[in-house]
């Protein structure tokens, strides 16, 4: 099965949770910065996981991301296009998906459920609910025990595709 993990991340965060996926997921997955996960890339995918950090309590826009302090340490990294505008230009297709989120525990609103619906929208129906893993602050890191969390979810999420 041809699957993708497509994040979009500003402090790595969000890459490494998409790395855990896909190992979990199994050989064949490929985790994919938005700017990597070309149509081309990802033609032919059965799964497309997607991802991003929570910003604005929901998924980042562009203007949004135009807001983020370049210089905070570490330094974001800006230099791919948001889920959200990767998800706009998503060409239609047929398959499953699965959403997830980073988050700081306490942050309300969602990633995933945009995620969700614009997938949806382009013809990969949903295959488990949306998970978000969470981050010890803005910046990062990761919680403890959270890469291991999405390597068992992209487990998960490959039985669950046959």
Known sequence: MKAVVVYESLWGNTAAVARAIAEGIGPEARALSTAEATPEAIAGAALIV????IQGFSLPTDRMRDGVK???VPAPDVSAPTLRSWLEHLPPGHGRSAAFDT???WS???AASVIDRELTKAGYNPLAKAEHF???GQTGPLKDGEIERA???GGQLARIAG
């Open 50 to 53: 997607a991802g991003a950090p």
């Open 70 to 72: 370049l210089d905070t």
């Open 103 to 105: 988050k700081i525990r």
């Open 108 to 110: 309300p609103g969602s």
């Open 134 to 136: 969470l981050v010890a």
């Open 151 to 153: 390597r068992a979810w």
